[in-house]
């Protein structure tokens, strides 16, 4: 389907300063209670609840709480499994260990003359009493957090702006000034949790492009709050695809009527459930957060590995500059059909070249069939084994 036919259904593309769009934007509402985005928080509100009850009527929601406690010990043993989330996991225990209120180191050694630390670690152990002491802590110490966040993120934000102006004046960046301000200004910083599986599947730090929200994990603010900070607004930053979709069967026409959402975010492509070029986006935007922090950590390290494999191993190298330009590029609806996104079509014609016609696409669908690091191995091989299996 062309552009033109995508554009004539009940879909549009619109720019980031269409009307009803950035009235959607305006009004976004970042929770009240800001705590309410630490894991546990429903436990946390529910006892304080309970204690202002009697005793009889207490008795009755007894249910209630238990049913939240079975609730957050599944989503912890969830995490635990899961290896992008099980040293937050390991935090949440080590937290509990080290503070004598949630009573867990008296548990163990009351339980036990040689702790089942196995039983802990898979939550199972746990009573629901000492759960609940370690949830209720666990949100306090948030809240805590909470005190100091919106001076941590001005600090961020001035040295991320700082940097940002050098890299624009320097010519690094395709980016004005003006797109800088604007979106500093319109993307609300929030903390957030990383073992809250439901807010976000990137757990240190997310941004969803669709309220203008990013979101830092407290668990990260110690070790790497900036460069998680830095990372996010850089997907903040990144070129946008936008659309609008009309309803099939709209009240009124007019702006009210239409859904907003993101098409492309950088270099990742969204439709429905299923997306595009994730590792690339996420190699691209980790590499330039590394670059702008000076700093050398693991983060994203295979999807950086592959970037820069496809940049190398074809038979002509493709410039990171235009990984770059695409990267930062704003589709303009107010171009003629087939110059909306020339940096794109620069970088896609470039990869052809170096390789074959529509590579990127079938480089990305062998990324989903058979993971990442047999996708580099075999890039470090002879890539046209990705020709043959796609």
């Known amino acids: 389907m062309t552009e033109g036919q995508t554009e004539q259904r009940s879909i549009k593309k619109i720019s980031e300063a269409d009307q009803g769009y950035r009235s959607r934007q305006e009004q976004t509402v970042v929770l009240l209670d800001p705590a309410e985005y630490a894991f546990g928080y429903d436990v946390h509100v529910y006892r304080k609840h309970m204690d202002r009850m009697s005793d009889s009527l207490k008795a009755k929601f007894e249910s209630g709480l238990t049913k939240k406690l079975g609730n957050a010990r599944v989503k912890l043993q969830s995490q635990s499994h899961n290896p992008r989330s099980a040293h937050y996991f390991i935090d949440f225990i080590g937290e509990s260990l080290l503070d004598s209120d949630t009573g867990l180191t008296s548990f163990i050694l009351r339980r036990n003359e040689k702790p089942d630390f196995q039983k ?111 990372h996010e607004m850089l997907h903040a930053l990144s070129g946008r695809t936008l659309v609008a979709e009309k309803p099939k069967n709209p009240i009124a026409d007019d702006d009210e009527n239409y859904y907003y959402n993101a098409q492309r975010v950088g270099l990742r492509f969204q439709s429905g459930e299923s997306s595009r070029f994730r590792w690339l986006n996420e190699g691209v935007t980790e590499s330039l957060t590394q670059d702008i922090c000076t700093i050398t950590d693991t983060t994203y390290e295979k999807e950086r590995e592959l970037f820069k494999l496809l940049q190398q191993q074809g038979k002509i190298p493709v410039s990171e500059e235009l990984f770059i330009k695409a990267f930062f590029e704003n589709y303009n609806p107010d171009l003629p059909y087939g110059e909306r996104i020339p940096a794109w079509k620069h970088l896609y014609s470039a990869i052809n070249n170096a390789y074959v016609p529509g590579f990127l696409l079938k480089l990305d669908k062998y990324v989903g069939t058979n993971g990442i690091e047999k996708t580099i191995d075999t890039m470090k091989g002879d890539w046209r084994e990705i020709i043959k299996t796609s």
Not at 133 to 146: C, G, N, S
Not at 153 to 166: A, C, I, N
Not at 198 to 218: N, P, W
């Open 120 to 230: 802990i670690f898979a939550v199972s152990g746990i009573s629901d009493k000492v759960l609940e002491q370690m949830i209720v802590a666990h949100v306090k110490r948030f809240e805590d957090y909470l005190s100091t966040f919106d001076t941590q993120v001005q600090t961020w934000q001035s040295q991320f702006d700082k940097r940002l102006r050098e890299k624009i004046a320097s010519g690094s960046y395709p980016l004005s000034i003006e797109v800088l301000e604007r979106r500093l200004q319109n993307t609300k910083v929030v903390l957030g949790d990383a073992l809250r599986d439901d807010l976000t599947s990137d757990k240190g730090g997310h941004f969803e492009v669709e309220r203008e929200i990013a979101m830092i994990a407290q668990q990260e603010l110690r070790r790497r709050g900036e460069k998680v900070y830095t």
